[in-house]
T-cell receptor, first 111, second 114 residues
């Protein structure tokens, strides 16, 4: 069983819409949760992190964490073509030795 | 430094040769990670260093791979007797402490074994 699972997509949304990206994880003791954006040919870039249940908002981005359901999501409001990228979910276990990454969800925002 | 620095950016090597990849983490970051990303694939964990503790080598794919971190700062990933399946982008990341705080990636080294 994979530690972190994401729908690989591709996910396509029209410009201005809300993009919803989802991630589930297997280790119930996981403590920290991260979303990275990776443009084609580039390295991952951290865009959000969340440690507590609930929502965390940063500009157009909202991370949502539900530890009971072992589920973390990223909402992108007012999606822009520049948001087109692969979004990677990362989780650190209770021991905190490494980051477990999902395989990423490819997002395309259509002008 | 301002960010994680990796060198070289690109490396083409012949099958069977040894290569060294370098990572200079963000100043003050005690945790350092190496990942590998093959074309169109996710990130594969290789090795993790935290301060002066013994590294977590559980992700190294074979004994041809090794890594060291000198003085708790710069790290070198060495691949001996390279094979074509080693071709990938090797990514280094650092964080302020062990997993649980944000990690920042370098630009990566694209390794091509011919």
């Amino acid at each position: 069983q994979k530690e972190v699972e994401q729908n690989s997509g591709p996910l396509s949304v029209p410009e201005g819409a809300i993009a919803s990206l989802n991630c589930t994880y297997s280790d119930r003791g996981s403590q920290s949760f991260f979303w990275y954006r990776q443009y084609s040919g580039k390295s991952p870039e951290l865009i959000m992190f969340i440690y507590s249940n609930g929502d965390k908002e940063d500009g157009r981005f909202t991370a949502q964490l539900n530890k009971a359901s072992q589920y973390v999501s990223l909402l992108i409001r007012d999606s822009q073509p520049s948001d087109s990228a692969t979004y990677l979910c990362a989780v650190t276990p209770d021991t905190g030795n490494q980051f477990y990454f999902g395989t990423g969800t490819s997002l395309t925002v259509i002008p | 430094g301002a960010g994680v620095s990796q060198s070289p950016s690109n490396k083409v090597t012949e099958k069977g040769k040894d290569v060294e990849l370098r990572c200079d983490p963000i100043s003050g970051h005690t945790a350092l990670y190496w990942y590998r990303q093959s074309l169109g694939q996710g990130l594969e964990f290789l090795i993790y260093f935290q301060g002066n503790s013994a590294p977590d080598k559980s992700g190294l794919p074979s004994d041809r791979f090794s890594a060291e971190r000198t003085g708790g700062s710069v790290s070198t990933l060495t691949i001996q007797r390279t094979q074509q399946e080693d071709s990938a982008v090797y990514l280094c990341a650092s964080s302020f402490s062990q997993g649980g705080t944000e990690a920042f990636f370098g630009q990566g080294t694209r390794l091509t074994v011919v």
